[in-house]
């Protein structure tokens, strides 16, 4: 593929609107962002390069090594008290998240790309949401998307780090 097919056209007028925010599925019906400030990287990672741990909680799906790094590798959705990850996969797609000094793997079904959002269009999460969702959510954006409205979670990563289930582990 041609690089340059990739780019887009940018002038020294034209500013990005909005924050740049990490897109992805978090299961069937739940799509998500994280703040760009946060992700590290975006990879997949075979299922046999993950180190299971005995008695740990299902969402703690185990180790992984990564640059010389030992990180933890949790199922978000399941953290967020959606629908459970299939761990019967060959490759697991992952959000790597720093926030300090801490990072942490996270698998979700797919990533979308990457959007922008104004700060002014992030709104409270209204509807009814799961309880076990809300202490990870900062608010909620609806976009139109082929002729359709769609919400997506804008997810606190500092919240996600500070997860009872990472505590006690």
Request: aromatic share 8%; no cysteine; glycine share 6%.
């Given at each position: 593929m041609n690089s340059s097919a990739l780019a887009i056209p940018f002038t020294s007028n034209q500013k990005p609107v909005?924050?740049?925010?990490?897109?992805?599925?978090?299961?069937?019906?739940?799509?998500?962002?994280?703040?760009?400030?946060?992700?590290?990287?975006?990879l997949t990672l075979p299922a046999r390069r993950l180190t299971p741990?005995?008695?740990?909680?299902?969402?703690?799906?185990?180790?992984?090594?990564?640059?010389?790094?030992?990180?933890?590798?949790?199922d978000l959705a399941q953290i967020l008290g959606l629908s459970v990850l299939d761990t019967n996969v060959q490759q697991y797609t992952l959000i790597l998240i720093q926030v300090n000094a801490v990072s942490l793997g996270l698998a979700i079904q797919q990533v979308e790309?990457?959007?922008?959002?104004?700060?002014?269009?992030?709104?409270?999460?209204?509807?009814?949401?799961?309880?076990?969702?809300?202490?990870y959510v900062r608010g909620c954006v609806l976009q139109s998307q082929d002729h359709k409205q769609e919400m997506l979670l804008v997810l606190d990563a500092e919240a996600v780090l500070q997860s009872p289930v990472l505590c006690q582990s």
């Open positions: 909005g924050d740049a925010y990490l897109k992805f599925q978090l299961d069937e019906q739940t799509q998500a962002v994280f703040s760009m400030k946060y992700v590290q990287e975006v741990m005995p008695n740990m909680p299902a969402s703690m799906l185990g180790l992984m090594n990564r640059r010389s790094r030992v990180l933890w590798l949790i790309g990457i959007t922008r959002i104004p700060t002014d269009a992030i709104q409270p999460l209204t509807g009814q949401v799961s309880p076990a969702l809300l202490p």
